[in-house]
């Protein structure tokens, strides 16, 4: 029988520094035997839910984290038998080494990368071997607050070695993430039953614990739920992670950071909609998602040519400001997991076929929640749809980081001004929102003009090119 040793995965950095992650689920279990690559688990950072491949080939010996735990960058999350033979796990695609990541306390170990970032801890260090030490290791001490397990080792001599005694060893058998759970519910543990193997109090101990006291009808004051679980009947709460808390805390930065101008132009686009009738017939365009979205990404991406201070961005460390040669297009996109706003790359050197492709691709891969890091990072102007909600108009919120936002407006059939007499035109309201540290009015005065006269008469591009 070949002889085989245990491999450690720990949670990558999966771009950006973000510093966790949620387990959201397990694709593997304990026991199975995967491959090289083989996605074993899905997790959610601040920005997507990202798949995370088996960085070796071997069989699962222990999963280190449950469904629903907020996991930190380093920290273990599932252990492998592997073939001693099978050497360090291969450096993949996204392998490097985000700014940031070496700097974190035990992480100033050299990393190896794997297929999502950097993970696992060297293992040979290439130091002279240190004289072994002897600890004897005290029961797991919960840090104050946290329900955190933390193990404190006393080094003592060999010959001499006393145990190490915690005020807590007598603490009720629980793991992390059920403790948190107790503390959120403002339970005590030492009251609750276990039914797990050993008298380990599991997640439905908890919740059957607080269900059973709980009071009828309703809430006890400060001891609402986890995961918009509803414990009574007046209110639910649902913890602020993942997608949610990233948007939030981004929009409050640009909020107070940006100094926000918005501006609002009502056009008739009854010519684009014809336009977009007769290219829908049009063999380059057979099989392609057309909308007045499509001709709306086109109009900007031409109108920056003529006003490119609106694809520009705020410097503070270095006090300049750095303007673009280059547009990726940011759309932003309502996810069952909130929004987010991923962009399409080079979206300038694309035509209106290719821009239509992106463009849909982008929308499917945001609603299946499949948007990766990559694809949410590095926008330099966006455009926001509330049209599809039956709005009007509205004053956009920046994107972090960028100096416009368009907000396309729902297209009304209204009476409107024709050729001198009285008509129903197709009407749309655009709103600009921009950085006014970046952007005078006349610049996005202008632009936003630039937008509308294309969407008014399509031909006008002809002129802007």
Known sequence: MSATMIKEFRLPDLGEGLTESEILSWKVDVGDTVSLNQVIAEVETAKAVVEL????????????????????????????????DAGTPPSGPAGRMPAGLGERGAETQKREPNLVGYGAVVEGSGRPARRPRTFSVAPLVESAGTGIPLVEPAETNPAETKPVHAATADRPRSTPPVRKLAKDLHLDLTQVPGS???????????????????????????????????????????????????TAAAMVKS?????????????????????????????????????PLTLAAK????????????????????????????????????????????????????????????????AETARAGKTTPAELSGGTISITNIGV??????TPILNPGEAAILGLGAVRTLPWEYRGEVALRQVITLSLSFDHRLVDGEQGSRFLADVGAILAEPGMVLTMV
């Open 196 to 246: 797990g193997p050993g008298g380990l109090i599991t997640r439905e101990d908890v919740l059957g614990f607080s269900r059973d006291h709980d009071e009828p009808d309703a809430v006890r004051p400060g001891a609402p739920v986890v995961s918009g679980t509803r414990l009574g009947e007046r209110e639910t709460r649902t913890p602020i992670k993942g997608v949610r808390k990233y």
């Open 389 to 394: 909600f039956g709005i009007d108009a509205g």
């Open 299 to 362: 109009a900007v991406l031409v109108a920056l040519r003529r006003n490119p201070a609106l694809n520009s961005h705020w410097d503070e460390e270095r006090q300049e400001i750095v303007t673009y040669n280059y547009v990726n297009l940011g759309i932003a996109a309502a996810t069952p997991r909130g929004l987010t706003v991923p962009n399409i790359k080079d979206a300038d050197t694309m035509q209106l076929p290719q821009l239509a492709q992106a463009l849909t691709a982008l």
């Open 53 to 84: 491949p088996s960085p070796f080939a071997g069989v699962i010996k222990e999963l280190h984290e449950q469904p629903g735990s907020v996991v930190e960058v380093g920290k273990p999350l599932v252990s492998f038998e592997v073939p001693d």
């Open 255 to 291: 909020a107070f950071t940006a100094p926000h101008a918005t501006e609002f132009l009502t056009v008739d686009v009854t010519p684009s909609l014809d336009l977009l009738a007769k290219l829908k017939g049009g063999r380059d365009f057979a099989g392609l998602k057309l909308t």
